[in-house]
């Protein structure tokens, strides 16, 4: 294989993968947000219904309960095991929505001769699938028609 295509290749297979990735990382970043809200929530929501009931009348446990009430309310655990949750979550589902993608990269990327140049043809073709698919609504079903 002569210089131009291997470089060609490589080239095509470091932006594949470059797009690729940056769209697991943006997946990922958006997915760990929202679960983090929503660990976060049900955290507080717990906390809430835990202080509010009433197990007696003293007024020390009714101390404690307030007091823990207002410390769990402060807990950084439950929004962070969230984000952690979410991110992984998202890159996993991310790589998934993206594995013809990352494939035909790392085969542009690490194959030799005929083997570059399938992945870089596949790189090309996924990406204008997904301009054709996403960027003109060929062949999706339109929620108005």
Request: proline share 2%; charged share 20%.
């Amino acid at each position: 294989m002569k210089t131009w295509a291997k470089i060609a290749c490589r080239t095509i297979g470091v932006a594949g993968m470059g797009l690729a990735m940056y769209d697991v990382g943006r997946v990922a970043n958006r997915v760990s947000k929202n679960t983090s809200a929503v660990e976060h929530a049900k955290y507080i929501e717990n906390a809430y219904f835990d202080s509010r009931t009433i197990d007696s009348d003293s007024y020390i446990s009714n101390g404690i309960r307030k007091g823990t009430f207002d410390w769990r309310l402060k807990d950084p655990v439950p929004s962070l095991w969230g984000r952690v949750k979410g991110y992984f979550k998202g890159a996993f589902n991310a790589l998934g929505n993206n594995i013809l993608i990352i494939s035909s990269s790392a085969l542009a990327l690490l194959g030799k001769g005929i083997y570059a140049k399938i992945g870089a043809i596949g790189v090309g073709l996924s990406l204008a699938y997904d301009l054709i698919r996403n960027g003109f609504g060929v062949g999706k079903n339109h929620p108005m028609q």
